[in-house]
């Protein structure tokens, strides 16, 4: 995650996965284009079976391609978690005050490698537990940036 807003009252921390839409586009497109135009040649038999490809990678659009906003306001006492994809749309708050700190949670991949992400621990009431910024693992620095910049903005001292 980016941070894009960073004062004493307001952190904003943006991720938009536009590589992973354009790479996931180009392959959708690629298929829809081609079951067009052998569907315009009148070979219906072909045309069917570029469709499945077509379908694949507009599920993985739908399914992989999520915006992600989480706001940490002082203003307002609440930590505000924004999940949109392509149809549907969620927000989740939860009040500042129990916000201990960020972490990151990690765990083995299929193939082995290790696959990290941000979590928020909230230590006391209703919102009390640990709690994803996003559902999916990756692997790189991003995780460990995402937590810091939380950590840095709570006050808490690295590591």
């Given at each position: ?25 180009l ?22 079976g570029a ?8 599920m993985?659009l ?8 989480l706001?940490?306001d ?6 505000t ?13 939860y ?24 979590v ?7 919102d ?6 996003t ?7 991003g ?6 910049a ?6 808490l001292p690295?590591?």
């Amino acid at each position: 995650m980016k941070v894009t807003h960073d004062t004493t009252e307001l952190l904003v921390l943006d991720h938009v996965p536009w590589g992973l839409a354009v790479l996931l586009m180009l392959p959708l497109l690629l298929f829809t284009f081609a079951a067009i135009g052998i569907f315009a040649a009148g070979d219906w038999a072909g045309a069917a079976g570029a469709v499945p490809g077509a379908v694949l990678f507009a599920m993985a659009l739908v399914v992989f391609v999520e915006r992600l906003q989480l706001i940490l306001d002082r203003r307002t006492g609440t930590v505000t978690l924004r999940r949109r994809t392509l149809w549907r749309y969620r927000q989740d708050t939860y009040a500042l005050a129990s916000l201990a700190r960020a972490r990151v949670e990690s765990k083995r991949g299929s193939k082995g490698k290790r696959l990290y992400r941000p979590v928020l621990v909230f230590d006391a009431g209703e919102d009390r537990g640990v709690w994803p910024v996003t559902e999916i693992y990756s692997s790189g620095q991003g995780a460990d940036r995402t937590a810091a910049a939380i950590n840095r903005w709570l006050g808490l001292p690295p590591g």
